[in-house]
Protein backbone atom coordinates (compact mmCIF):
# COMPACT_ATOMS: atom_id res chain seq x y z
CA UNK A 1 0.00 0.00 0.00
CA UNK A 2 1.37 3.08 -0.89
CA UNK A 3 -0.16 6.47 0.79
CA UNK A 4 1.70 9.52 -0.78
CA UNK A 5 -0.60 12.71 -0.52
CA UNK A 6 -1.28 14.65 2.75
CA UNK A 7 -4.43 13.32 4.88
CA UNK A 8 -4.41 9.92 2.68
CA UNK A 9 -6.04 7.46 4.87
CA UNK A 10 -5.78 3.59 5.02
CA UNK A 11 -7.61 0.83 6.62
CA UNK A 12 -5.20 -1.95 7.67
CA UNK A 13 -7.68 -4.64 8.53
CA UNK A 14 -6.71 -8.02 10.42
CA UNK A 15 -2.92 -7.30 10.38
CA UNK A 16 -0.17 -8.31 13.18
CA UNK A 17 2.66 -6.00 11.95
CA UNK A 18 3.45 -4.14 9.58
CA UNK A 19 6.47 -1.73 8.65
CA UNK A 20 6.27 1.60 7.49
CA UNK A 21 8.82 3.58 5.62
CA UNK A 22 9.28 7.03 4.35
CA UNK A 23 11.62 7.90 1.43
CA UNK A 24 12.88 10.99 0.23
CA UNK A 25 16.40 12.49 -2.05
CA UNK A 26 16.53 16.01 -1.29
CA UNK A 27 18.61 17.29 1.03
CA UNK A 28 15.38 17.83 3.46
CA UNK A 29 15.86 16.18 7.10
CA UNK A 30 12.76 14.96 7.01
CA UNK A 31 10.78 13.06 9.98
CA UNK A 32 8.78 10.09 10.49
CA UNK A 33 6.62 9.68 13.54
CA UNK A 34 3.62 8.02 14.58
CA UNK A 35 1.49 9.37 17.23
CA UNK A 36 -0.98 6.84 18.99
CA UNK A 37 -3.42 6.36 21.46
CA UNK A 38 -4.15 2.87 22.98
CA UNK A 39 -7.41 1.30 23.97
CA UNK A 40 -6.65 2.17 27.74
CA UNK A 41 -6.41 5.62 27.16
CA UNK A 42 -2.58 6.05 27.22
CA UNK A 43 -1.47 8.41 24.39
CA UNK A 44 1.82 8.89 22.86
CA UNK A 45 4.54 10.00 19.79
CA UNK A 46 6.95 7.64 18.79
CA UNK A 47 9.81 9.84 16.84
CA UNK A 48 13.62 10.49 16.58
CA UNK A 49 13.89 11.99 20.50
CA UNK A 50 11.98 8.35 21.57
CA UNK A 51 11.83 5.59 19.37
CA UNK A 52 9.62 3.35 21.02
CA UNK A 53 10.14 -0.49 21.80
CA UNK A 54 9.41 -2.70 20.25
CA UNK A 55 9.24 -5.81 22.73
CA UNK A 56 7.18 -3.76 25.01
CA UNK A 57 4.34 -1.22 25.29
CA UNK A 58 4.03 0.83 22.60
CA UNK A 59 5.22 -2.23 20.59
CA UNK A 60 6.67 0.46 17.58
CA UNK A 61 10.30 1.46 17.19
CA UNK A 62 11.61 4.09 14.88
CA UNK A 63 14.55 2.71 13.65
CA UNK A 64 17.07 5.65 13.86
CA UNK A 65 17.12 9.42 12.65
CA UNK A 66 18.47 10.18 8.86
CA UNK A 67 19.00 13.40 10.34
CA UNK A 68 20.37 15.07 7.16
CA UNK A 69 21.98 18.32 6.40
CA UNK A 70 22.14 20.53 3.67
CA UNK A 71 23.95 19.23 0.27
CA UNK A 72 23.06 15.68 1.43
CA UNK A 73 21.19 14.37 -1.26
CA UNK A 74 20.51 10.96 -2.27
CA UNK A 75 18.40 8.19 -1.37
CA UNK A 76 16.99 8.81 2.16
CA UNK A 77 14.98 6.42 4.26
CA UNK A 78 13.56 6.15 7.74
CA UNK A 79 11.49 3.06 9.18
CA UNK A 80 8.83 2.70 11.73
CA UNK A 81 7.99 -0.82 12.79
CA UNK A 82 4.94 -1.86 14.52
CA UNK A 83 4.92 -5.45 15.61
CA UNK A 84 1.55 -5.36 17.79
CA UNK A 85 -1.95 -3.67 17.32
CA UNK A 86 -3.95 -5.00 19.72
CA UNK A 87 -3.70 -2.00 22.51
CA UNK A 88 -4.29 0.20 19.71
CA UNK A 89 -7.06 2.49 19.21
CA UNK A 90 -5.57 4.26 16.28
CA UNK A 91 -2.21 5.27 14.94
CA UNK A 92 -1.42 8.05 13.07
CA UNK A 93 1.52 8.47 11.08
CA UNK A 94 3.25 11.55 10.81
CA UNK A 95 6.40 13.79 8.88
CA UNK A 96 8.02 17.03 9.23
CA UNK A 97 10.52 18.49 7.89
CA UNK A 98 12.78 19.42 11.26
CA UNK A 99 14.31 22.51 9.73
CA UNK A 100 11.25 23.80 8.63
CA UNK A 101 9.76 23.42 11.50
CA UNK A 102 12.69 24.62 13.57
CA UNK A 103 12.72 28.09 11.31
CA UNK A 104 8.67 27.90 10.88
CA UNK A 105 8.93 28.38 7.24
CA UNK A 106 6.76 26.10 5.12
CA UNK A 107 8.05 22.83 4.20
CA UNK A 108 9.22 21.69 0.65
CA UNK A 109 7.92 18.84 0.47
CA UNK A 110 7.28 19.32 -3.76
CA UNK A 111 11.42 18.55 -3.61
Do not use: H
Not at 5 to 14: E, F, I, K, P, V
Not at 28 to 51: I, M, N, V
Request: glycine share 10%; proline share 2%; aromatic share 10%.
Amino acid sequence: MKLSQRDSRAQLGALEEFTVSLNWTSASDLDLAAAFRAKDGRQGLCYFGELGNLSDFPNMELCGDENLGVGNTGDNEELLRVTSLDAMEYIWLICWDYGSVQSGSTSPFNE
